[in-house]
């Protein structure tokens, strides 16, 4: 059993960063995949990065490219999102995953039914 709380989303302008965090709590080793994924009003939730547990491989969505970077720290626990060049189309609600079923990064983690641990979710807004 994997709990996972998110903190560290705001209000930003647009131009400017942010850094989420999610905390991660119970069985460590089940968390072989970690992702981000994030919903703005009326949309479906849409993948955004993952990394595997050991830190050696990343993926990131097209959309985030180049500005963000998701990387974790397993000493404490703990997975972290990097925004930078925050734009206004980045508004959404931020949610950590984890797909303890996933060994590597194949197509199966950019879909939302891979994750089977969610938490409650980090507002973010980007004003222009």
């Known amino acids: 059993q994997v709990q996972l709380v998110e903190s560290g989303g705001g209000l930003v302008q647009a131009g400017g960063s942010l850094r989420l965090s999610c905390a991660a709590s119970?069985?460590?080793?089940?968390?072989?995949?970690m992702g981000w994924f994030r919903q703005a009003p009326g949309k479906e939730r849409a993948f955004v990065a993952a990394?595997?547990?050991?830190?050696?491989?990343?993926v990131y969505a097209d959309s985030v490219k180049g500005r963000f970077t998701i990387s974790r720290d397993s000493a404490k626990n703990t997975l972290y999102l990097r925004m930078n060049s925050l734009k206004p189309e980045d508004t959404a609600v931020y949610y950590c995953?984890?797909?303890?079923?996933?060994?590597?990064?194949?197509?199966?983690?950019?879909?939302?039914?891979?994750?089977?641990?969610w938490g409650q979710g980090t507002q973010v807004t980007v004003s222009s």
């Open positions: 995953a984890a797909a303890t079923k996933a060994s590597d990064l194949t197509w199966r983690i950019l879909v939302v039914t891979t994750y089977d641990t």
């Open positions: 990394i595997t547990w050991s830190g050696d491989s990343t």
């Open positions: 119970g069985r460590t080793s089940s968390r072989n995949v």
